[in-house]
């Protein structure tokens, strides 16, 4: 599976990005699709997910209030958008995704360590 990350750059606080996703290599509809982001210096942190089908979607409690995530299955494509970004919200942002065989909790949705294919991330910058 082969990601390609695009969309970042640079907003000032409250600002809003639409990241894509685009997936080849694969069935895009048998794919569960991760965000991840990671600050200088800081472990790579869970973002959001959606799963196969997108009818399930799953966020950290630091963006789920600004935060979505879609999938276009057509398209072989993920969008999160993200609003009222912050100075906080600042990092390289990676698109994962993991082929499962059995159905993801929340917990496990959320997991770096569940992703086997990743994207080269785009980094994403908040002035205040």
């Known amino acids: 599976v082969q990601l390609q990350a695009s969309g970042g750059g640079s907003v000032q606080a409250g600002g809003s990005l639409r990241l894509s996703c685009a997936a080849s290599?694969?069935?895009?509809?048998?794919?569960?699709i991760g965000w991840f982001q990671q600050a200088p210096g800081k472990e790579r942190e869970f973002v959001a997910a959606?799963?196969?089908?997108?009818?399930?979607?799953y966020y950290a409690d630091s963006v789920k209030t600004r935060f979505t995530i879609s999938r276009d299955n057509a398209k072989n494509t993920v969008y999160p958008q993200m609003n009222d970004l912050k100075p906080e919200d600042t990092a390289v942002y990676y698109c994962a995704a993991d082929a499962p065989t059995i159905y993801y909790s929340a917990s496990e949705i959320s997991n770096v360590k569940n992703y086997d294919y990743w994207g080269q991330g785009t980094l994403v910058t908040v002035s205040s």
């Open positions: 290599g694969r069935t895009f509809s048998s794919l569960v």
């Open positions: 959606i799963s196969r089908t997108g009818a399930g979607t």
